[in-house]
């Protein structure tokens, strides 16, 4: 099998794609044939040696990957089944998803819908997966499409993007806080109303400010998400599953004891295998065609270390899908 492993000697990391024999991998109770993963931002992080995302060497990353079952010994998984993995700390603390082949316990995997092929699943990726949940988040606080504008932060990413496209497929109304300015006609293109500057949101949040916004998804933390909350109308409610922008949070109790506001904590690595099902059958029931084709670009597996590199750059827009296996 064919896999790019990190390795680390004397605080010195190197990212090389390796052949090695699959009786490498780590214990698991199914063997995968890896047709897709995809590059996230922690992926960028663990390959270039940032933030101490690995946490034991070798390792391959990829935080997510779909596939056909090679091998099982768990008879909830038959041989020929196609099957995707997001999350468990897979492509940090267990061998990931850029590589030829994986091996994981059975309850990492999720069998992919009827309705998607490998290739689109890894389009949603742990990304969609995650918008899913902030989506989900904000309509189980009761937040609807009446109640006003929804924000989105860091929305050309892949949460971000993937965010948009749901909640505009659900009739809200979507702003979108980018940091590049060029990439304004592509978010209105997806489904933002319009397009804020992430300067806008840099300073010193106030601990409470004039209220815009029902609801909000936030990806990034630190000060944007600090002057989001400030904003956010009365019983209003901002998901959270990023800190690209730092972990802190410089605001006050203000706003939400004096706004009843609710800040949700989103976490998309350990949540529960026996509700994932769900998630991804609504994803594919909501994503049009389109969003397949607006917010993706195609890698080889050779290319990783350098798209890596694009991410830290802040010069990726959307998802990056990497091609492992051909069909």
């Known amino acids: 099998m064919q896999a790019l492993i990190l390795q680390k000697d004397h605080d010195q990391l190197t990212a090389n794609i390796q052949s090695i024999p699959t009786e490498q991998l780590p214990p698991g109770d199914v063997i995968i044939d890896i047709y897709w993963s995809t590059l996230n931002y922690k992926d960028a992080l663990a390959i270039n040696g940032k933030a101490g995302v690995v946490r034991q060497y070798p390792m391959v990353p990829g935080i997510d990957f779909s596939g056909v079952v090679h091998h099982s010994e768990d008879p909830r998984f038959s041989v020929g089944q196609h099957v995707l993995l997001t999350g468990w700390g897979v492509g940090e603390t267990h061998w990931g ?51 006003g504008e929804i924000i989105v932060s860091g929305a050309s990413g892949g949460v971000g993007s993937t965010a948009i496209q749901l909640l505009s497929q659900l009739g809200y109304d979507v702003v979108a806080i980018s940091g590049r300015a060029e990439n304004s006609d592509y978010l209105l293109k997806i489904g933002a109303k319009r397009v804020l500057a992430r300067s806008d949101f840099t300073g010193t949040a106030k601990p409470l400010d004039k209220q815009h916004w029902a ?113």
Do not use: H
């Open 97 to 147: 998803g850029l590589a030829t082949q994986a091996r994981v316990p059975a309850d990492y995997l999720t069998p992919l819908p009827e309705n998607l092929s490998l290739r689109q699943a890894m389009i949603i990726g742990t990304a969609g997966f995650t918008a899913m949940l902030c989506v989900n988040a904000l309509q189980d606080a009761g937040i609807t499409p009446d109640k």
């Open 215 to 327: 609801g909000a998804i936030d990806t990034v933390g630190g000060e944007v998400l600090a002057n989001i909350l400030a904003q956010t109308q009365y019983n209003g409610a901002v998901a959270a599953c990023g800190l690209a922008g730092g972990f802190s949070l410089p605001t006050t109790v203000m706003p939400f004891i004096l706004r009843n506001i609710r800040l949700q904590g989103v976490d998309s690595v350990y949540y529960p295998a026996s509700k994932r099902p769900a998630v991804w059958q609504r994803l594919s029931q909501l994503l049009p065609e389109s969003f397949y084709s607006q917010i993706t670009s195609e890698i080889t597996l050779e290319q990783s270390v350098e798209y890596a590199q694009k991410f830290l750059k802040n010069q990726i827009t959307g998802r990056t899908l990497v091609k492992i296996l051909t069909p």
